[in-house]
């Protein structure tokens, strides 16, 4: 008896080291259960990385499946899986996730960790069509000292309207997969979904016809899809690394390119996940002692994080307007 006893601690130590290097800590077997987060009703569960997906994909599912975002107040770059992550996709059937580098090897992990071997995880940017995407340097979700490819693939897709629609189609054809009874009605949300991202994009247009001055300085590189879609041009970033200030001579060259006498550039972007970096304030003083007209600090939020409360089936747009509101204010 006591020799079997001694067999049973060492097979849960060996389950605790287990989950320990995923990273996730489980209930282990004869433990009370733990709420997963899924309510007792039919259709697919899905779970999607952060809160643009969220939207996508709750717009598509209406009440025909369950959706839950994993990434609230802290964005991709710094995000580490949790036991309560690993619990949520222990019952999932589908995890949605961008992409192209944004989450890294995480949502693998994940799923390793959960003990979900059915977990379909759904890589929604490998859909887009390879000669559409582009070149960026954000070294989202790398970890300190990690080698960096400058010529990767920019994953921030989801902030280009019509990138979103091929986002939410990719969505729609995975649920329509999973879920047959009810494709007509995946196929009708989608379709309404999509004439709303549309009209987000001509507003937009709309709204900003009128600048002359579509220059700009984005505090990471994260807005190249955005910039395509309303006609603006990204002329260099504040941070290549989010969250890691500027080097000097970083800085020398970014003044040197805003300060130029034959196209100065006035409208700099900071982001609300960084309100603690000095860096965009930093650079629009001396912008001011160098004599560039008018230089303005404009909020442009990359929408990587959410605040929970706030997360509904609207937010993705009603996010992208007050970027495209607050970019109309700043430019002349």
């Not at 009209?199 to 590189?221: P, S």
């Not at 700099?268 to 965009?280: A, F, I, K, R, T």
Request: aromatic share 6%.
């Amino acid at each position: 008896m006591a020799g079997q006893k001694l067999k049973l601690r060492r097979a849960a130590a060996l389950l605790v080291l287990i989950a320990s290097a995923a990273g996730f800590a489980f209930t282990l077997p004869g433990c009370a259960k733990v709420d997963d987060g899924w309510p007792d009703k039919g259709g697919p569960k899905v779970v999607v990385s952060f809160a643009p997906l969220y939207c996508f994909a709750v717009n598509v599912a209406g009440d025909d499946a369950t959706v839950r975002n994993l990434l609230t107040t802290t964005g991709p770059h710094h995000f580490n899986p949790t036991d309560k992550d690993a619990r949520l996709l222990r019952r999932a059937d589908i995890f949605f996730v961008n992409g192209l580098g944004l989450e890294g090897d995480k949502p693998d992990a994940m799923k390793r960790g959960s003990g979900n071997k059915k977990l379909n995880i759904v890589d929604l940017g490998a859909k887009i069509p390879a000669d559409k995407l582009f070149e960026g340097s954000c070294n989202h979700g790398e970890e300190e000292g990690e080698h960096h490819d400058e010529h990767g693939t920019d994953p921030h897709v989801w902030l280009n309207p019509d990138y979103a629609i091929m986002l939410v189609e990719s969505i729609r054809d995975e649920l329509k997969q999973a879920d047959p009874n009810h494709a007509a009605d995946y196929d009708r949300r989608a379709a309404d979904y999509s004439v709303k991202l549309r009209k987000l994009k001509a507003d937009g247009i709309e709204l900003l016809k009128d600048k002359k001055d579509r220059k700009l300085v984005t505090f990471h590189d994260s807005m190249t899809y955005f910039a395509k879609a309303f006609d603006l041009k990204i002329v260099g970033v504040v941070q290549k690394k989010p969250g890691s200030e500027p080097t000097d001579l970083a800085l020398k060259k970014l003044i040197a390119l805003c300060a130029d006498d034959t196209a100065p550039v006035r409208v700099l972007c900071v982001e609300p996940q960084y309100g603690n970096s000095n860096s965009g304030r930093e650079l629009l003083k001396i912008l001011e002692h160098k004599k560039v007209p008018n230089p303005v600090l404009v909020e442009l939020d990359p929408l990587e994080t959410v605040v929970p409360e706030q997360l509904s089936a609207g937010w993705y747009e009603a996010k992208m307007r007050d970027n495209l509101e607050n970019l109309a204010r700043g430019m002349k």
